[in-house]
């Protein structure tokens, strides 16, 4: 009993302290959704600190302030206690004008004073950079200073070097101007062939790029294609599987994507194909490149087919429409790339004639530089 009531009177001697700042609405807001803030408390209001408190507040954050006299700092203390009150003087200005009140506490003072500690830092850190630079600019001029010294007195040895050699020289022009002769006429071969490479490249270049402009036309629906088999899982390919008889548009993409695998174009048929393993990696995986002509044949019956369109496919299985959009895309990519494969035969082609162009401008270059 004696611990239950000593419990008690701890429990009725406990004063709980709430600190606010009326800065914004957040006060109000508590006040009005808890009146017993109001009601129920006692409320101490702290009034702006004086001019002293200000100035010892001030000198005592600046104390430690490395490399500033202390008549620097009294003056900068003297500035803040300036600035705050005269901040709190406009704001009885702001708020007699507009009757909008602005407050300025006590944090407001400790701010500007951080402010000014910070910026003091800055401008502290870009001077000793400064200096930094300056300095290491001294020394590479000292260490230039050092090289030329050292240059010129290798250059007094080498004079009678020099000369010497400058008399071989001489001797050599006559030789050099018969080479220069013989490398002109190697010269203008090498631009001429470089003209006819140049030439051969641009075009290979050319036809290289109308192919795989052609190719990006299909690449954005075959993307988009892989990117929804990607999203398809066990429960959407169980989906499919579930239907007794499924609505049409799904049996017509089954028959679809039945067809591009070479099975049978029935349900039975399909219902094994979507219970491999490997389904949706086949269907990634698949060689577009290499879709023979009679399986085209068969899927153009599909997907020229006005009823079937990915839109109307999705009305009846999202998990159908991922595979109606394959079917597309297979059939778009293999249109574009029967037209590119003459293009890419003549590039191959092409560039076989300007791997032997550049062999032999190779060869008139090494003759030329040697």
């Given at each position: 009993?004696?611990m ?28 009005r ?28 954050q ?5 490399g ?16 705050h ?29 951080s ?20 300095q290491t ?6 260490e ?39 490398a ?8 001429s062939?470089e ?11 050319a ?59 029935d ?5 094994k ?25 068969q ?9 079937y369109?990915v ?6 299985s ?23 494969e ?14 032997k162009?550049?062999?032999e ?9 040697g």
């Amino acid at each position: 009993m004696a611990m239950e009531a000593s419990e008690a009177n701890r429990a009725a001697s406990v004063q709980q302290v709430l600190t606010m700042s009326p800065v914004g609405s957040a006060l109000r807001v508590r006040m009005r959704m808890f009146p017993a803030l109001v009601n129920c408390c006692t409320i101490d209001w702290f009034l702006p600190w004086p001019d002293e408190a200000l100035l010892g507040v001030s000198a005592r954050q600046l104390s430690n302030m490395q490399g500033i006299s202390d008549e620097v700092k009294e003056s900068v203390s003297k500035a803040c206690c300036f600035v705050h009150q005269e901040v709190i003087r406009t704001s009885f200005i702001f708020e007699d004008r507009l009757r909008r009140k602005v407050y300025v506490t006590p944090k407001s003072y400790l701010d500007l004073i951080s402010l000014y500690l910070e910026m003091i830092q800055e401008k502290k850190d870009e001077k000793d950079i400064s200096l930094k630079r300056l300095q290491t600019g001294v020394d590479k001029i000292d260490e230039a200073n050092q090289f030329v010294n050292s240059l010129q007195e290798e250059l007094t040895k080498l004079a009678p070097v020099i000369t010497e050699k400058i008399k071989e020289a001489d001797e050599l022009v006559p030789v050099v101007t018969e080479e220069q002769k013989k490398a002109e006429v190697i010269k203008e071969k090498v631009a001429s062939e470089e003209v006819v490479v140049r030439k051969q490249a641009d075009e290979v270049k050319a036809i290289a790029d109308d192919a795989q402009k052609d190719l990006d036309i299909a690449m954005p629906a075959l993307e988009s294609a892989l990117k929804s088999l990607d999203a398809l899982d066990k429960k959407d390919i169980q989906e499919i599987k579930s239907f007794a008889k499924p609505p049409p548009l799904v049996m017509m993409t089954m028959e679809a994507v039945n067809v591009l695998l070479q099975e049978k174009p029935d349900w039975d048929t399909a219902k094994k194909v979507l219970n491999r393993p490997t389904f949706l990696q086949d269907l990634k995986s698949y060689d577009k490149d290499n879709i023979p002509e009679k399986v085209l044949k068969q899927l153009s019956k599909y997907v020229t087919k006005p009823e079937y369109t990915v839109e109307a496919v999705g009305n009846q299985s999202k998990a159908a429409k991922s595979l109606c959009m394959w079917t597309y895309a297979m059939d778009t990519y293999s249109k574009v790339a029967k037209e590119v494969e003459p293009k890419k035969q003549k590039v191959a082609e092409l560039n076989d004639k300007l791997a032997k162009a550049n062999s032999e401008l190779q060869a008139s270059l090494e003759m030329f530089m040697g």
